[in-house]
């Protein structure tokens, strides 16, 4: 599968042909199901449509095939409704150029060489409420209003430059694609609205393949791309960034309480509806939702996000 030269590719339809690779793209690692559509844009389509409900193949390909589209390819009019709306809003890039850079100067790898560019690929970057993801790579400006890819030396996504820095210093094949699922396993991102997972998602695949096909000359294979497709499933996650949970995962509960019914002294429950505690009392760690996986790749081990987000607090607040 080779990626365009000419404008924005998202195909799912594409995808779909070749092999698990949409398959992939759509599950989500916490629930074991589908990554669900978390908005109610898309409810004119049907009742397959609703938030709550996953997105399937079906509903992306076929007579679907264009209802997700990026931002850039969106109307005037579906871009302001989208803002007024769902508060979407996206980064010029010039903007995230300058912020990737002086994240940059904080790291510990500012000044990379052939010495220490393997630290700088491994350090591990988050663009929160990610949207398309352009702070991990930038294939086009969503900002703008036209389909036009970004050349590979003029992108600047955190994951971007690590790609860079692994084709710069990595000369054989296989030494590349082993820094490379490095650079994407350091990668993560997190998004509310199923549309933006997918399209964030496809962008690192497509990403991946305009690197690889710029370094070898050739589209990597279909296994190779599945292997990185569930490293980014992983990385690329649907979350609600404030309760670190599945979107509209937190439901109220009926509370079954003994009670007596005063006038006829006889005995009855009462049924009582109880909010989800930390919905109620802003505990993040009282939601009734189903709190977010991840893969720690260090440790091959499947985590709880809002794990490490607390362990890190209490890290840094030693520190102080």
């Not at 449509?49 to 996953?54: E, G, R």
């Not at 769902?86 to 790898?109: Q, S």
Request: glycine letters at 4%.
């Amino acid at each position: 599968m080779s990626s365009s030269k000419k404008g924005i590719n998202i195909k799912e339809s594409m995808l779909r042909r070749a092999g698990k690779l949409l398959d992939i793209l759509l599950s989500d690692r916490t629930t074991g199901k589908n990554i669900i559509w978390a908005t109610d844009f898309y409810e004119k389509f049907g009742k397959n449509f609703l938030p709550k409900n996953s997105i399937t193949p079906a509903l992306v390909t076929g007579k679907y095939r264009t209802i997700i589209q990026p931002r850039a390819t969106k109307s005037f009019a579906e871009q302001r409704q989208r803002t007024r709306e769902k508060a979407e809003v996206f980064t010029p890039l010039n903007i995230v150029d300058k912020i990737n850079k002086e994240v940059d100067k904080l790291g510990v790898n500012q000044r990379f060489s052939k010495k220490n560019w393997q630290d700088y690929v491994r350090e591990l970057r988050l663009e929160i409420a990610c949207g398309e993801a352009p702070f991990i790579v930038s294939r086009y400006d969503p900002t703008a209003h036209t389909s036009e890819l970004i050349k590979l030396d003029r992108r600047v996504g955190f994951l971007d430059q690590k790609l860079k820095v692994t084709s710069r210093h990595c000369q054989n094949k296989k030494e590349w694609i082993s820094w490379a699922k490095v650079a994407f396993k350091a990668s993560y991102g997190y998004e509310w609205q199923g549309d933006n997972v997918l399209l964030a998602r496809e962008n690192l695949l497509y990403s991946f393949i305009d690197y690889y096909e710029a370094k070898f000359k050739k589209p990597p294979v279909l296994k190779l791309l599945e292997e990185f497709a569930e490293i980014i499933s992983w990385n690329i996650f649907q979350m609600d960034g404030l309760k670190y949970v599945v979107p509209m995962t937190c439901h109220s509960e009926r509370k079954i309480i003994p009670g007596r019914l005063p006038l006829y002294k006889e005995t009855a429950n009462i049924i009582e509806k109880q909010e989800c505690e930390g919905c109620e009392h802003n505990y993040p760690k009282k939601h009734n939702g189903k709190y977010v996986k991840i893969m720690d790749w260090n440790k091959n081990k499947v985590v709880m996000f809002i794990d490490i987000v607390f362990d890190n607090k209490i890290q840094l607040n030693n520190r102080n």
